[in-house]
């Protein structure tokens, strides 16, 4: 029932402006996830993904205080997803683990390639270089 009451009123071009879509207490939720879970995770896997360039892409842009909020809220969804242990198909299974994760971010990456910047892509390179260097 409170479903309902939350989208009285509310038009189809309402549900699909991600303004307007978004909830803020779970894109706060994600941001939190993402915030403490993402380099341990990273640090761990990015030699056994060949898509690390374009995840650690993503983490920058969606810190970047100039990408519009609702980008965000999707890049924090897609960040949460490749963070969290358990997902469609679990991480540990060699070939194939990171094969839902590639999809969710290659999914947002198309969705939200104009504000995915040439310095969040620098800004992606250098972090690998600097891991890989350690």
Same mark, same amino acid.
């Given at each position: 029932?409170?479903?309902?009451?939350? /989208? @009285?009123?509310? /038009?189809? @071009? #309402?549900?699909?402006?991600?303004?307007?879509?978004? !909830?803020?207490?779970?894109? =706060? %939720?994600? @941001? /939190?996830?993402?915030?403490?879970?993402?380099?341990?995770?990273?640090? =761990?896997? +990015?030699?056994?993904?060949?898509?690390?360039?374009?995840? !650690?892409?993503?983490?920058?842009? $969606? =810190? *970047?205080?100039?990408?519009?909020?609702?980008?965000?809220?999707? %890049?924090?969804?897609?960040? +949460?997803?490749?963070?969290?242990?358990? #997902?469609?198909?679990?991480?540990?299974? $060699?070939?194939?683990?990171?094969? *839902? #994760?590639?999809?969710?971010?290659?999914?947002?990456? $198309?969705?939200?390639?104009?504000?995915?910047? *040439?310095?969040? =892509?620098?800004?992606?390179?250098?972090?690998? *270089?600097?891991? @890989? +260097?350690?």
């Amino acid at each position: 029932m409170a479903n309902k009451a939350n /989208t @009285e009123g509310m /038009t189809v @071009e #309402d549900a699909l402006d991600p303004n307007k879509a978004l !909830v803020p207490a779970v894109v =706060r %939720m994600n @941001e /939190t996830r993402v915030r403490q879970g993402f380099w341990p995770k990273f640090a =761990r896997t +990015a030699a056994k993904i060949p898509f690390a360039r374009d995840v !650690v892409s993503v983490w920058y842009c $969606a =810190r *970047d205080p100039a990408t519009p909020v609702a980008a965000k809220g999707m %890049m924090l969804a897609a960040l +949460a997803y490749f963070v969290l242990p358990t #997902d469609a198909i679990p991480d540990v299974l $060699a070939g194939i683990g990171f094969t *839902d #994760d590639a999809a969710v971010i290659a999914g947002v990456i $198309a969705l939200l390639r104009g504000n995915l910047k *040439d310095r969040h =892509r620098d800004q992606a390179r250098a972090a690998l *270089d600097r891991l @890989e +260097a350690d």
